[in-house]
C-alpha cells in the first residue's frame, strides 16, 4: 500500500532554516511527483510547490520564491523541503502529497497524503 | 482571503443533503479541473472528488461533484456523523499556480 511517512516536529528560531523528510513506499517513486502543502494552525490548506521525483524539475509557490527547496533521493525514495530564513507566520503541520508527474492543471491532484510534521518557529 | 471562496460553514441534520459551494474565476475553476478534500479532525486531508466529478475508489457514492463556468459545488447526501470535518476545494490557477479555497467547516446536527 502506498504510505508517505514524514519526519518528526521540529522547533526552530526566527531566520533558521527547517528540512522536512518524506519517504515514499508501495509505489514506483519516479513515477510520480511529491508537493508540499502546510496548514498554519486552525487555517486553511496552502501548496507549496511540486517537484517531479523523475528529473527533479520544480515548480514553487510565486510567495515563497527564494525560500524554499524542494529536492528527492531516489536511491532511498525521500522528498525533502527545505524552508529558509523561518518567520513566526511559517509556524504550521507541512505535508507532503503524491501528485501526478506534472506540476499543474489535471495533475494538481493529491491522492496520498504524509501524516504531517509540525514545525514551530519560536524565538 | 483565499483564491477560491468557499462558505467557512455549514451544517445539516442526519439523512439530509447538504452541498458546499466553490467559487473561483477563469483563470482557476473556469480553465482547470477542480478536486475536494476532506478533513477529519487531527488527520491529513484525504482526497474526496478529483477531475470536478470522479470518486477515487474507496469513496461512497454519497458524495458527489458538480462543476459549472467559474463554481463547482460539492454535494453530501444521505448525511452520516462521520461525515463532520473540514472540507476544501483546490483547482490549478492558470497564473497563482495551486490554489485552495478557505474550508468548510460541516457540523451534524
Known amino acids: 500500500q502506498v504510505q508517505l511517512v514524514q519526519s518528526g516536529a521540529e522547533v526552530k528560531k526566527p531566520g533558521a532554516s527547517v528540512k522536512v523528510s518524506c519517504k515514499a513506499s508501495?509505489?514506483?517513486?519516479?513515477?510520480?511527483?511529491i508537493s508540499w502543502v502546510r496548514q498554519a494552525p486552525g487555517q486553511g490548506l496552502e501548496w507549496m510547490g511540486w517537484?517531479?521525483?523523475?528529473?527533479?524539475?520544480?515548480n514553487y509557490a510565486q510567495k515563497l520564491q527564494g525560500r524554499v527547496t524542494m529536492t528527492t533521493d531516489t536511491s532511498t525514495s525521500t522528498a525533502y523541503m527545505e524552508l529558509r530564513s523561518l518567520r513566526s507566520d511559517d509556524t504550521a503541520v507541512y505535508y507532503c502529497?503524491?501528485?501526478?508527474?506534472?506540476?499543474?492543471?489535471?495533475?494538481?491532484?493529491?491522492?496520498?497524503w504524509g501524516q504531517g510534521t509540525l514545525v514551530t518557529v519560536s524565538s | 482571503q483565499s483564491v477560491l471562496t468557499q462558505p467557512p460553514s455549514a451544517s445539516g441534520t442526519p439523512g439530509q443533503r447538504v452541498t458546499i459551494s466553490c467559487s473561483g474565476s477563469s483563470s482557476n475553476i473556469g480553465s482547470n479541473t477542480v478536486n475536494w478534500y476532506q478533513q477529519l479532525p487531527g488527520t491529513a486531508p484525504k482526497l474526496l472528488i478529483y477531475?470536478?466529478?470522479q470518486r477515487p475508489s474507496g469513496v461512497p457514492d454519497r458524495f458527489s461533484g458538480s462543476k459549472s463556468g467559474t463554481s463547482a459545488s460539492l454535494a453530501i447526501s444521505g448525511l452520516q456523523s462521520e461525515d463532520e470535518a473540514d472540507y476544501y476545494c483546490a483547482a490549478w490557477d492558470d497564473s497563482l499556480k495551486g490554489v485552495f479555497g478557505g474550508g468548510t467547516k460541516l457540523t451534524v446536527l
Open positions: 502529497a503524491r501528485q501526478g508527474s506534472c506540476s499543474g492543471g489535471s495533475c494538481f491532484k493529491f491522492d496520498y
Open positions: 508501495g509505489y514506483t517513486f519516479t513515477s510520480y511527483g
Open positions: 477531475s470536478n466529478n
Open positions: 517537484i517531479s521525483a523523475y528529473n527533479g524539475n520544480t
